[in-house]
């Protein structure tokens, strides 16, 4: 199969990009319609990369060797990620409730991987790794019209695994707390990879979040996300509305707590037009 950027070549969405549509349109045209420059890359997300990577790692050795790393192996990788992202062209720009000092960060990543690593070991047995970062392109259709759209919802699974007959599609977070429960209840990514999983022919798939959190002492989340047809078919409603939206230019400034964190907020307000002179 074609790698992400290949896949992202074509008419496409991504979860991403509908979740960063309903948050505020503006930021969404900034983003992938203007391609403006951001001001910066927000720490949770180049943590957020960074700790992919190090479980990516983990999981790619089981896939392959048969057998679990050591931690040390997937510390080297957090880390790695980690510098890769300090030396990027765009400054890091921690939020209010996180830490800006970049060994305390290291710390924390490096405690958070013991506590995945020490689950993880223990949660093999039985287990067979399929696929890491697996990309897929499935069709959209409108629920309302039953006509395919031209975009495909693309994406990664993090991870698919087998214990017996049982598939599970495994998505890994860092996450500053625990998910609550109306993030579990009405999170779309679930039921998007649901719906990618059921078109990649894995049937019907459970899908699981996997959350180690950066309190203050971390701790494991195993989530079970519950999704039926009517949450696909909703989920569509709402990916076919947002693709409307984008091409009727549909692009409103949505004000509120997301600008405080928003790396596009130097350019948000667009120079205020020339009006005609009066008569
Ligand atoms: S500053 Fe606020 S309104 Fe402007 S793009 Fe960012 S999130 Fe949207």
Redesign the pocket.
Known sequence: MADLDQLRDGLHISVSQIRTYL??P??FE?RYVLGAQPAFKPVPFAFGTSFHAALARFYLAVKEEGAPPPLQLVNDAFRDAWQRELESDLPLQADDDEPADTGALVDKGTEMLAVFHDHAVKNLDGVKVEAVEQPFSVSLTDPDTGVEMEEKLVGALDLVMKKGRKRQIVEHKSSARKFSDDQIKYDIQPTAYRLAGKAMGMGDVKVTYQIVTKAKSSMLQIVDLDRNEEDELEFQRVAVGVMRAVDAGAFM????W??RG?P??HV??PPRPKLAAAG
């Open positions: 948050r505020c503006r930021s900034l400034p949505v004000r509120g997301q600008c928003c596009h907020q948000c307000r």
